[in-house]
């Protein structure tokens, strides 16, 4: 059993910033990859970045050279730091990892509850 919850979303003007965390809780044996992902009101959710257990990372191209991914494996946790937004940044984020809780067999994909990011002046 994995949990992951999800802060930091809120309100912001463009260009502004939000720093978002999500902490994974529970009998976790190993986390493997780690990313974000959002979702806009008529649109595909879509992947922001990822980063894996070893610190490689992947951005798309959208958010490219404004938002940052790391990770604090002690803390079993992942953050997502946006800088200069936009309004088509507005959307549901959801964190996402692909982890093994303790005492399974396989490798599961995990989902948070989703915040909310409104870019908006």
């Known amino acids: 059993q994995v949990q992951l919850v999800e802060s930091g979303g809120g309100l912001v003007q463009p260009g502004g910033s939000l720093r978002l965390s999500c902490a994974a809780s529970?009998?976790?044996?190993?986390?493997?990859?780690m990313g974000w992902y959002r979702q806009a009101p008529g649109k595909q959710r879509e992947l922001v970045a990822a980063i894996t257990s070893g610190g490689s990372t992947n951005y798309a191209d959208s958010v490219k050279g404004r938002f940052t991914i790391s990770r604090d494996n002690a803390k079993n946790t992942v953050y997502l730091q946006m800088n200069s937004l936009k309004p088509e940044d507005t959307a549901v984020y959801y964190c996402?990892?692909?982890?093994?809780?303790?005492?399974?067999?396989?490798?599961?994909?995990?989902w948070g509850q989703g915040t909310q990011v409104t870019v908006s002046s």
């Open positions: 996402k990892t692909d982890s093994r809780p303790a005492g399974a067999r396989y490798e599961y994909a995990y």
């Open positions: 529970g009998r976790i044996f190993s986390i493997n990859a």
